[in-house]
């Protein structure tokens, strides 16, 4: 069936880098966009970003742009968002999204601490 | 970018109440709004697609309307294991933005 399946929980220092995975199952992965999501710790959800498997287009949040890189290797299905210079307000569960009706990754748990 | 408001950010009720949440976009989205319910610790679930379409295998008690800027969620009985955080989500374009949530809980 079609799932993401995320990689697993990441500790993190302030500065440092985090590329979190998602591989995609059950269906032709160019066909659908990939979004990412984050929820910190009693927030509400937060779209970070999107990429076209396809083309390799990219859209990112204001709020995330020059900091976020999403990638996708299409040889294995699987894509990549990766957050640079982590600060401690990273901390965040990180969740991959099939485009416009799902499904989505589990979530992989970002710590950024000292 | 388009932006989403929900109301109430929150509310009590009891079983088998009633319960309505409503989402509006800043411009006109069509009927392109998903409905989300959120448990800590798990992955958003899709219970309303395209603004009034149930997903398969969700409950009959959840349903939604609307369309262009308006729309509204509702639980026609709630039940204990609805309490959640419930979010809209429009995808008409990029950014895909996300309403603010909306806290059930049980009174």
């Known amino acids: 069936q079609v799932q993401m399946v995320q990689s697993g929980a990441e500790v993190k220092k302030p500065g440092a880098s985090v590329k979190v995975s998602c591989k995609a199952f059950?269906?032709?992965?160019?066909?659908?966009?990939v979004g990412w999501v984050r929820q910190a710790p009693g927030q509400g959800l937060d779209w970070m970003g999107w990429?076209?498997?396809?083309?390799?287009?990219?859209n990112y949040v204001q709020k995330f742009q020059g900091r976020v890189a999403i990638t996708t290797d299409t040889s294995t299905s699987t894509a990549y968002m990766e957050l640079r210079n982590l600060r401690s307000d990273d901390t965040a569960v990180y969740f991959c999204?099939?485009?416009?009706?799902?499904?989505w990754g589990q979530g992989t748990l970002v710590t950024v601490s000292s | 970018d388009i932006q989403m408001t929900q109301s109430p950010s929150s509310l009590s009720a009891s079983v088998g109440d009633r319960v309505t949440i409503t989402c509006q976009a800043s411009?006109?989205?069509?009927?392109?709004l998903n409905w989300y319910q959120k448990k800590p610790g798990k992955a958003p679930k899709l219970l309303i697609y395209?603004?009034?379409n149930l997903d398969t295998g969700v409950p009959s008690r959840f349903s939604g309307s609307g369309s262009g800027t308006h729309f509204i969620f509702t639980i026609s009985s709630l039940e204990p294991e609805d309490v959640a955080t419930y979010y809209c989500?429009?995808?008409?374009?990029?950014?895909?933005?996300f309403g603010p949530g909306t806290k059930v809980d049980i009174k």
């Open positions: 395209d603004a009034s």
């Open positions: 411009q006109d989205i069509s009927t392109y």
């Open positions: 999204v099939r485009d416009y009706y799902g499904p």
């Open positions: 989500q429009h995808f008409l374009n990029l950014p895909r933005g």
């Open positions: 990429i076209n498997p396809y083309n390799g287009d990219t």
């Open positions: 059950g269906y032709t992965f160019t066909t659908f966009g």
